[in-house]
Nanobody
Framework: QVQLVESGGGLVQPGGSLRLSCAAS????????MGWYRQAPGKQRELVAS???????NYADSVKGRFMISRENAKNTVYLQMNSLKPEDTAVYYC?????????WGQGTQVTVSS
């Protein structure tokens, strides 16, 4: 059974940085896209960033220039470097993998940006 495990969330002051990681355990093959989503209280889950197996990245307008997604294919791991964090970035962050037409989700990690 495939599980995605996120880490790296926490409390940070505005302007600070965090790095999220998501690692897959279990047998998972042919991962195509990896991505990060977030959901703030009372809001719908939204795409933050995604990256193809070729390394092509896509970002939400609200995080462009501040966040960077990367992946280590050999480790089935995806990262999200978040810089210049703002209070509006506060949310639960989820990683998502797509492999052989199946979608896998992590359990989520809380990111809180507050002074």
């Amino acid at each position: 059974q495939v599980q995605l495990v996120e880490s790296g969330g926490g409390l940070v002051q505005p302007g600070g940085s965090l790095r999220l990681s998501c690692a897959a355990s279990g047998s998972i093959f042919s991962i195509s896209a990896m991505g990060w989503y977030r959901q703030a209280p009372g809001k719908q889950r939204e795409l933050v960033a995604s990256i193809t197996n070729g390394g092509s990245a896509n970002y939400a307008d609200s995080v462009k220039g501040r966040f960077m997604i990367s992946r280590e294919n050999a480790k089935n791991t995806v990262y999200l470097q978040m810089n210049s964090l703002k209070p509006e970035d506060t949310a639960v962050y989820y990683c998502q993998y797509t492999a052989l037409l199946k979608t896998y989700w992590g359990q989520g990690t809380q990111v809180t940006v507050s002074s």
